[in-house]
């Protein structure tokens, strides 16, 4: 605008087209449009000089826009269907401006047609300009192109998804290759992500690939669960692009085709033969690319990611994310939960049996949870068929049966009495298994509460007299009242029998 007012004002002092064009560098045809544009407005120079850029741009700018003529009127209309023709696979402006031309002879040439149809695809579908800020996101993406490995025993070529991950602000770049575009190798890679880069953004922009997103939709996608419980351990949030909008992830997109030229040309010569290999020499040339000053500016992606973005990232936390797996099943009726993959049995509060609940597990730890609570979390243990299970999701009954053993009932025994101690320990002795016994030492130690200490002392040591060792031994000395008699007058009319060839309770039967 100052340029036009330049003009005017040299013209109303009495200069010429000609030295006007040359002062103020127009082109003399540009100084014609002005001018006569002025002379006709029929407005003194005061009063043009008076009005502001914008008043001065509406009225001046109108003189130089020139009414499209009928080619290009013609051409106008073809955009559309040239938009649409143009997102089918092979086809090209080249090919669409030869039809173009086959239609209309006389039309613009190629150079033209490029020009105006950029322009109204600009107007009609513009792009919006985002200003990241440091720390902020993560994009992320598979790449189109894969890589290759070769089985060193059988030469097999195996193809190899590639992962490119960008930071908005600074553009630092991160490439590895993985197995699959699978939850497991897509997290991990993630993972490696962060871990790289020494910090976690705020948020992490993936595309819509399965091991992302479950459900696709414009304003609430459904996120993974096994990828939302990533992010929420390393504290950062997962905004998902729009599907089918690759503008949402230009910097990704962009990062990718820059991979194709200065990370995939150095590898395709080479020969790799295993994962490892292949990313350790995909490092050293993404170092040199992170390294290499940006075009035109006189820093590089690292230099810049050091300045800006390293200190806006938040810490890592303490350990590593532990890739879990999810199984669900119906508590059984002995407190216990099937993992299938292990064929091992976990136990649970007893209060849950018959209660449908959600196991996650990974490679150490195993979790079961019910309505979001957790309520046992054990060793993973890879035996199958055997049980592991913790004393407290017992019932008080079944606690009880699990301290069976010979130490316990020893113990107990003793409490009461050395010679009740000697019979238990006889009976253990006589059980070619310590546990075919326990029901018998239990019941033998209960009379305590029946008969009392004493009446279980003396009976005790009856039997031990006769060397009887039995539940129904002591059970008949106490109902029968022999542990009153005196000793002789027993043995009188109980004559010792024959131990090595007949059991206690036939005798006395």
């Known amino acids: 605008m100052s340029k036009i007012r330049q003009i005017l004002r040299m013209y109303t002092q009495g200069r010429s087209k000609l030295s006007i064009a040359t002062h103020t560098g127009v082109s003399r045809n540009t100084v014609k449009v002005y001018l006569r544009a ?38 106008q209309r073809c955009f559309p269907s040239i938009d649409r023709e143009l997102k089918r ?44 800020k440091a720390g902020d996101k993560l994009f992320i993406d598979f790449a189109g192109q894969k890589l290759t490995i070769v089985d060193k025993d059988t030469g097999e070529v195996i193809e190899v998804e590639v992962f490119v991950a960008i930071l908005a602000a600074s553009q630092l770049t991160y ?40 459900k696709s939709s414009r304003y609430e996608p459904t ?17 998902p692009a729009r599907a089918y909008r690759p503008r949402d992830k230009a910097l990704v997109e962009g990062a990718v085709k820059i991979a194709y030229s ?50 806006a990232l938040n810490p890592l936390p303490v350990l590593r994310y532990a890739f879990k797996k999810q199984h669900y099943a119906t508590v059984m009726k002995n407190g216990h939960v099937n993992l299938g993959v292990d064929k091992h049995y976990y136990s649970v509060p007893f209060r849950f049996i ?7 597990y990974c490679t150490s730890n195993v979790e079961v949870f019910y309505h979001y609570e957790r309520i046992a979390m054990h060793k993973r243990m890879k035996s199958p068929y055997n049980y592991t299970t913790d004393r407290e999701h017992m019932a008080t009954t079944h606690r009880f049966v699990t301290d069976w053993t010979p130490e316990r009932f020893l113990e107990w025994a003793t409490s009461i009495h050395d010679d009740v101690r ?33 009446r279980l002392i003396n009976a005790c040591r009856r039997a031990l007299g006769f060397g009887i060792y039995s539940y129904k031994t002591i059970q008949m000395i106490l109902e029968k009242n022999m542990d009153q008699y005196p000793e002789s007058l027993f043995a009188d009319e109980l004559p010792m029998p024959n131990h090595d060839n007949i059991r206690g309770e036939d005798y006395y039967q």
């Open 38 to 75: 002025f002379s006709s407005s029929g407005c003194s120079f005061e009063q043009i000089d008076a009005l502001n850029d914008k008043e001065l741009d509406d009225f001046f700018g109108k003189s130089r826009e020139h009414a499209p003529n009928d080619r290009l009127i013609a051409l």
């Open 89 to 132: 696979t092979g086809v090209s402006r080249m090919m669409l401006w030869e039809a173009y031309m086959k239609e209309f002879p006389d039309g613009l040439q190629y150079t033209q047609f490029c020009f105006y149809y950029n322009q109204w695809k600009n107007r009609v579908n513009p792009v919006m300009h985002l200003d990241h």
């Open 175 to 214: 490439v590895e290759a993985v197995m699959s575009q699978q939850k497991e190798d897509f997290i991990l890679a993630c993972e490696n992500t962060l871990h790289y880069i020494g910090g976690v953004p705020a948020a992490i922009v993936p595309d819509n690939l399965k091991a992302a997103v479950t």
């Open 223 to 239: 996120l993974n669960d096994t990828f939302a419980d990533f992010a929420d351990h390393y504290g950062t949030t997962i905004l």
């Open 262 to 311: 200065r990370i995939y040309a150095p590898l395709n010569k080479r020969t790799f033969h295993s994962l490892p290999e292949l990313n350790s020499a995909i490092l050293e040339v993404l170092e040199l690319h992170n390294t290499q000053l940006l075009k035109g500016r006189n820093y590089s992606r690292r230099l810049q990611f050091e300045e800006i973005e390293r200190e």
């Open 354 to 360: 018959g209660k449908k609940v959600k196991i996650l």
């Open 422 to 454: 000697l019979y238990i320990l006889k009976i253990l002795e006589r059980k070619q298994h310590p546990e075919q016994a326990y029901k018998s030492c239990v019941g033998i130690l209960g009379f305590a509460k029946k008969a009392g200490n004493e």
